[in-house]
């Protein structure tokens, strides 16, 4: 029998009445002849809650204690939503991370999962019975409770559907699909009925939060297709699969945006061995991800080192480098932390010319300025002013004719 | 080294200063040399908020769901009471029941501990930890979540007191120990500095509520002494153990009243055999409990019976029994719901002559009319005008000189 896993977010479940939807929508699934696992996130603003009771007894609660108390908010849901399916008249069983078999390492508030043992929700399924997983949540070796980290249910959702064997794996959100651009700046924007993996990743990660990156990558890595869609309508949602045609389509898929972003230039760098290793291996060592990075054709051994970070990350990095940069004798280091990224995503622009060129020409005719480029196999982006974002977004998704379908 | 096993209730966890105050004072306890275990409950009124959730999505929530909500109220205060320890220094590690090794029959929402494992709590004590375990909560065999049901965490707390080898377990709570009487009744009420198991046993049940019966009924198979103390300040509390003076001290130990009560009387009965099992049957079926049951000396093959029930069930009692009264071809039936039962407890006296004639001029003098009558080896109940409880109350504890110690 066909099995499906299903996986709702915090906002997909957050009062009793979403919880009911959600459990008559599981009870369609099965009556449509397939064997149904749901996984939840917790309810609403619940983990923020339970990390805020933490930090009015600590103000730096230890990992360990810290995800066995979060880990409580998946439980809440997936046992709540299991009651509201046996009210139904539904078969249905909740398990924990550890009960659903989800083994992971021991590295708490970001475990990685290291195998699922899939026995008991096969056990539960063949007895007719709708499973609800909690997820985010896994159990080590040492019988201690892990949390996986951001995005951690959609990881728990496809790392399921692979062990499983199942058809396919679907996220629902309070979005129905993976757009063009965001619809809130782009009125035109159109849902994509499907999207490579690869695609999904740029878009996922330069702000289009639709699903996190890592399930993502799982769901690549096992070829296991994931459809993304609204818990609330009936829209079909957006499917991302390997199979996607390259050839016959639009090869920009989508435009994303982010405003997170500040620019960090370390100006009159000595150009020699071990300066950008310098600066970077401290941002590491303070746990600062670094962004693009751009450096300029050195011009008398003297040159230019610019980077951009998380904006929430901004002050933490100048003061992390401010000694280095100190140590390695450049000149000065100046920040601009009012700035956007906007990227042109499709992975069939890498064997086709002129992609770049039509971006740059967009946003000149738009009236912006660009302050940094880079370039990857399957995305252009370019940092520019924030204010200026809306309308960057709307220029590029004209100018690429997105609002024209495939 | 000695083990002591402390269990803190929902008041005494119930904000993040309430906690620190129980870490502190584990430390403390640690720092005098002891392998300290804490058994909390969940947080203030967290149960209640749970059971209301489900309400939401169902109005009889599945018990094996129920169980798994409700269990992650305890996860919460533990892993809070470990945050708060590790914060200060110390070492701590915080478990579930089920890491905790506890082991309960599947009977969902009152299961039963069948036994407990205790090597993963020695091992961590050997590790100069201090460890919490969640109260109230089991795991079966199956690996399914089970709670203990009404005042699960006293019987969690004594249950791995006796498991672990512990000298004593302590049961904090918000009153500083078993007293002569409620001292909101009687202000000259004394506090016992100890206590028999039998004879708190029917204080307890009398409605002195300081702990569960349950688990000093556990307790006395085990011969494991029981401290009850405040969580707050710094009083000696009350000792329940075996090895209590009998002869020495006031046969008396205290004076119990319970106001959750009321009375059937079941009139013109036909007293032929099966009449009392057909009443109670049908009650028991309802799972109503029936208190003190007393029948009066049968006139010409009639009589009347009386029983007594929480108030609580008394509606329910009532629909029961009708349609049994009409079968056996009783009179009628009826009832009073402003009833109290007071009591006089201690294990000496049933060696010993004139205590209930004592106890009835006592409620005599005070004006006091006496409806039922009912005694055991080790107390003297009277059935009583709820009105008058305190009066009842505050004679018999002058009657008694409880006032003037052992």
Do not use: W
């Not at 019988?143 to 199942?166: C, E, K, N, P, Y």
């Not at 008398?300 to 080192?305: E, F, N, V, Y």
């Amino acid at each position: 029998m066909a099995i499906v896993v299903r996986k709702y977010g915090g906002s997909s479940v957050a009062d009793a009445d979403k919880i009911k939807n959600v459990a008559r929508r599981a009870i369609e699934a099965q009556e449509e002849g397939k064997q149904v696992v749901v996984v939840v996130s917790a309810m609403g603003k619940t983990t923020d809650g339970l990390v805020k009771l933490a930090q009015q007894v600590s103000d730096e609660p230890d990992e360990r204690e810290l995800d066995f108390l979060l880990s409580t908010g998946e439980i809440v849901s997936c046992t709540l939503l299991a009651i509201a399916l046996k009210a139904m008249g539904a078969k249905s069983v909740s398990l924990s991370g550890a009960q659903a078999g989800i083994k992971t390492d021991a590295v708490h508030s970001r475990a990685r999962i290291l195998g699922i043992d899939p026995r008991r929700i096969h056990k539960e399924l063949d007895r007719g019975k709708i499973v609800i997983v909690a997820g985010f949540q896994g159990i080590t070796d040492k019988m201690d409770i892990t949390t996986l980290g951001r995005g951690g249910s959609d990881t728990t959702a496809v790392a399921l559907a692979i062990a499983l064997g199942a058809d396919t794996c679907e996220i629902y959100t309070d979005v129905d699909g993976v757009y063009t651009a965001d619809p809130r700046l782009v009125p035109e924007a159109r849902k994509l009925d499907e999207i490579g993996y690869e695609e999904m990743l740029e878009l996922a990660s330069l702000g289009s939060k639709v699903m996190h990156s890592r399930a993502v990558e799982l769901g690549e890595v096992y070829k296991m297709p994931i459809l993304v869609a609204s818990s609330f309508g009936n829209s079909p949602g957006t499917l991302i699969h390997g199979g996607v045609s390259m050839e016959a389509r639009n090869k920009v898929r989508g435009i994303a945006h982010d405003l997170n972003v500040a620019k960090v230039t370390v100006v009159g760098v000595p150009d020699k061995p071990g300066v950008a290793s310098a600066i970077f291996d401290s941002l590491a060592k303070a746990n600062i991800s670094v962004d693009t990075i751009v450096q300029n054709a050195s011009i008398k051994g003297i040159t230019d080192l610019t980077f951009t970070v998380a904006r929430t990350d901004l002050k933490k990095a100048m003061k992390v480098i401010e000694p280095v940069v100190k140590s390695i004798k450049a000149k000065e280091c100046v920040s601009d932390s009012k700035l956007a990224k906007v990227s042109v995503v499709g992975s069939g622009m890498q064997t086709a010319a002129g992609y770049a060129a039509m971006m740059f020409r967009a946003l000149y005719e738009a009236g912006i300025n660009i302050e940094l480029i880079t370039t990857s196999e399957i995305k252009i982006t370019c940092i520019i002013d924030e204010a200026k974002t809306s309308d960057a977004v709307r220029a590029l998704h004209k100018a690429f004719e997105l609002d024209k379908g495939v």
